[in-house]
Structures are given as C-alpha cells and as structure tokens.
C-alpha cells in the first residue's frame, strides 16, 4: 500500500490508474483470537456498512469452540482451527502463520487472543501486527481483562482506556498506533470500567487499521517516522 508511494519507473505517470486500484483494494485482515470475538463485530459492521475499506480473509483460533470462530462463519469468512495441543510454540506460530499467509493477509490483528506469540512470528510479520490492551500504555502493561481495570481503580486514575500497538518481543511494549479514553467515575468497579472501554476496542482498531492502509503507521510509514506515531483521542 504505502509502499506504492515510493516506486518511481520511467513511464510511471502513464500509469498512475495502477497504483491507484492498489491503494483502494480492500485491506487483508487475518485475526488471532481465543474468546467470543466481540470487538471483531465492530469491524464486521464498518466493513458491511462500508465505511472501512478492508476484509477479514480469515480468523485463527486456538480453540474449537470458541465464539470468535462462531462469529466468523456467519459472516462467511474463513475460520480455521489450529489445535494447539502437543506443539511447541514455535511449531504452533508456524502453522498459524502459514494460514495467514495462504489468506495472503496485510495486517494481522490480536482480539482476544490468549497466546504468547514465538519470537519467529513476531519477527516474521513485523509492523503488519497489532494488538488491543484495555488501558492507556505504558501503564497497566501485562496484565489482561478485569485484572487491569482493578488495578486503574486501585491507582486513583482520572481516567482510563484502550491502546492499539504493534506487537513486539515486549510484550504490550510495541508502539503505539492508537489510543482512545474514558474517564474513571466515582465509585467505578472494574466490571463498570470494562463496559466504558471494551466499546472502544472496535474503533480503535478500525483508525489503526486506516492509519496502516494509507501508510501513515506500520512498514509502508515515511523514513523517520518510526514504525508508528500515536494518535490520541479524547475522553468518553
């Protein structure tokens, strides 16, 4: 996609109609996931509705009956099981990876998924990978679910929220692509929090996922600018 930005050829302003198809053909999205893949709805609904210029080729689980994969065949999207059991986690990254790539995936996306990933995966789809953590990064990094928005409240935050980041060897230490607040409320449990940010997830990836596709993030960004320069967005 950005990429396209940096090829020059002799006659290539005969052909501009090329790069142009290319840049507004549909992102390919390949998600990880081992819940009920609730956020990934959001982007279901953008992507029916239009308003976000992608496709999920194919969503991978570690788990047979989980209801991300239920949530991807009603929708017709391909949905693969890898059974998990017995397999280093090496082996396991490399057939996952070998469906993303047979999907011919451009962004993979992390929704729910209860796995740590090999440092080969990691290496293998480097800045085209990004994950969701339910509190604004650096702070509350490594913990997951509930246990993070305990730990917001126990703090004395002001206010919380949800951050999308590449995915690195550190895990939640990738940059930031996106974050999105909410204010903590007098009184917030962590169940009460969970229901401010967990909406927020599905747009946050969707900005990410634009902010890859036209190459302001990931590895089509202009030199200088990193893997990725956060976009902030205001309190909810």
Not at 84 to 105: Q, T, W
Not at 153 to 170: K, L, N, Q, W, Y
Not at 171 to 190: K, M, N, S, Y
Request: with cysteine.
């Amino acid at each position: 996609y950005a990429a396209l930005r940096l090829l020059r050829f002799d006659g290539m302003h005969y052909r501009r109609d090329i790069g142009h198809r290319a840049l507004t053909l549909p992102l390919r999205l390949g998600v990880l996931g081992s819940t009920r893949g609730s956020t990934m709805q959001v982007l279901l609904d953008a992507i029916g509705a239009g308003s976000l210029n992608a496709e999920i080729a194919v969503v991978v689980s570690n788990k047979s009956d989980t209801g991300i994969l239920d949530r991807a065949r009603r929708y017709g999207v391909e949905a693969v099981h890898v059974p998990a059991k017995g397999k280093s986690r090496a082996s396991y990254d490399l057939e996952v990876s070998a469906v993303l790539a047979e999907h011919d995936v451009d962004l993979v996306l992390l929704i729910g998924y209860m796995r740590i990933l090999s440092p080969a995966f990691v290496a293998q789809w480097r800045n085209r990978c990004l994950n969701v953590h339910p509190s604004l990064l650096p702070d509350f990094a490594g913990g997951m679910d509930l246990a993070v928005h305990e730990a917001v409240i126990a703090a004395g935050r002001a206010e919380s929220g949800c951050t999308v980041h590449f995915v690195t060897e550190e895990v939640d230490g990738g940059p930031i692509a996106v974050q999105l607040r909410a204010a903590v409320a007098p009184g917030e449990t962590p169940e009460s929090l969970k229901a401010k940010v967990q909406p927020l997830e599905g747009q946050a990836f969707m900005q990410a996922i634009e902010r890859f596709r036209v190459g302001e993030i990931g590895p089509g960004a202009s030199a200088g600018a990193g893997a990725a320069s956060p976009s902030f967005y205001g309190a909810v």
